[in-house]
């Protein structure tokens, strides 16, 4: 079975400062993908990023990016220039490929607040 | 912009009482999601649906909990009876379901339980 590790269950940051948020995950698949979504308070949970696992090239979405290292199965989310809205709780979440209908497995998370 | 709608958004009910609760997924999309989300943890995946045919209820607790989407549009997920420990939030995504490709799952606002 997959699982997924965050072991920072809070964290917080400085506006327009940069904080690093950790994943790690345990599979022997070869090949899946990895997510990490937000879960602002009282809204509803939106994908950040993905990134595949066969792409070595680390995924980045405007502010955000990751630190994907497959042999360490890493996989962390970096924030920079953080905002106010930008505080959260963080959810990692992993799938294997096809065959396991794509069920997401999700971390514990980690909840980030920015400060002003 | 597209969203998955839930309703109710909160339900407070006694123990052993029958509820249920309502997904209307993104227009087209064919997988439709229901996870559980306890205070403090990541979601966890109940039910799949693809279309109208269950795919997985691998972790879904049958003795009390159904799930259906019988025109494989909109789905209802009910639990009868209700016990103390189902309070939580209940989740429901869905996705397009690209054959052979990982898509976005988009969630809903969820709905928060509240078993007394």
């Known amino acids: 079975a997959q699982t997924v590790t965050q072991s920072q269950p809070e964290m917080s940051v400085q506006e327009a400062e940069t904080v690093t948020l950790s994943c790690t995950y345990d599979?022997?698949?070869?090949?899946?993908?990895l997510f990490w979504y937000k879960q602002p308070p009282s809204r509803q949970m939106i994908l950040v990023i993905r990134?595949?696992?066969?792409?070595?090239q680390n995924a980045t979405e405007n502010r955000f990016s990751v630190n994907f290292q497959k042999a360490a199965k890493s996989f962390s989310l970096k924030i920079s220039d953080s905002q106010l809205g930008d505080t959260a709780m963080y959810f990692c979440?992993?799938?294997?490929?096809?065959?396991?209908?794509?069920?997401?497995?999700f971390g514990k998370g980690t909840l980030l607040t920015v400060n002003p | 912009e597209a969203e998955v709608a839930q309703s109710p958004r909160y339900k407070i009910t006694e123990k052993s009482q029958a509820v249920a609760f309502w997904c209307d997924p993104i227009?087209?999309?064919?997988?439709l999601y229901w996870y559980r989300q306890i205070l403090g943890q990541g979601p966890e995946l109940l039910v799949q649906?693809?279309?109208?045919?269950?795919?997985?209820d691998s972790q879904l607790p049958k003795d009390r909990f159904s799930a259906e989407r019988l025109k494989g549009v909109d789905s209802t997920l009910k639990i009868q009876p209700a016990e103390l420990g189902d309070s939580a939030m209940y989740l429901c995504?869905?996705?397009?379901?690209?054959?052979?490709?990982?898509?976005?799952?988009?969630f809903g606002p969820g709905t928060r339980l509240t078993v007394l």
């Open positions: 995504a869905s996705s397009l379901r690209l054959a052979g490709i990982t898509d976005t799952q988009y």
């Open positions: 599979t022997s698949e070869s090949n899946y993908y």
């Open positions: 990134q595949e696992a066969y792409k070595q």
């Open positions: 979440a992993f799938t294997p490929p096809r065959g396991s209908n794509y069920k997401l497995t």
């Open positions: 227009s087209g999309h064919a997988t």
């Open positions: 649906f693809q279309d109208e045919s269950v795919v997985d």
